[in-house]
């Protein structure tokens, strides 16, 4: 679950820095190593759960380290905690979010892997990407433009210009989830 977070991580920086490629690059990888895995345990002929659970978390191992190579964003043991205390009054909220929004959106799978099978895993996911892929997609594209122009707005028009944006990327994310 953590390198899953890691990987969901990169992909929604490469979505909000505007370059969309890096985050479709970055789950090629994720899907292409998480398919070689769960190709070695069909032709193994082994059911364990485990293994089905551990091909997914490869694939998102292999996500994450391609994320950090892709963003030139390695672990370092120099001036972290120093950053985390200047940036810890925001950066604590952003953090909480990210990581029970895609923790909520992810630790189904697990539950679900864990009670039911992977069949019903299968099935779960297919019909919960019929439904909410496109409307994710749209959300993220417009946080792909609306987040450099809420910096933008909110250097040139203070706040005010901020929540104009805000109430304008809202409204269009609430539009495009009402009209699926």
Not at 28 to 40: R, T
Not at 41 to 61: E, F, K, P, Q
Not at 149 to 164: D, I, Q
């Amino acid at each position: 679950m953590p390198a899953l977070l890691v990987q969901d991580y990169w992909r929604w920086v490469g979505f909000m820095t505007r370059r969309p490629g890096l985050s479709l690059a970055n789950e090629i990888v994720f899907d292409c190593v998480q398919a070689g895995a769960f190709a070695a345990v069909l032709l193994s002929h082994d059911t364990s759960i485990w293994l089905l659970v551990g091909s997914w978390g490869l694939g998102a191992v292999a996500g994450m380290l391609y994320g950090m190579a892709q963003h030139r964003c390695f672990p370092s043991v120099t001036g972290g905690l120093r950053l985390l205390r200047q940036r810890w009054t925001i950066g604590r909220w952003i953090a909480g979010s990210f990581m029970m929004s895609a923790a909520s959106s992810r630790g189904y799978a697990v539950v679900v892997a864990a009670l039911l099978g992977p069949a019903a895993l299968g099935g779960l996911n297919a019909a919960r990407t019929m439904v909410a892929g496109p409307a994710g997609v749209l959300i993220q594209a417009g946080g792909s433009v609306g987040l450099p122009e809420a910096s933008r707005a909110y250097t040139e028009r203070g706040v005010g210009g901020l929540l104009a944006v805000a109430r304008r990327v809202t409204a269009a994310g609430l539009a495009s989830v009402l009209s699926h």
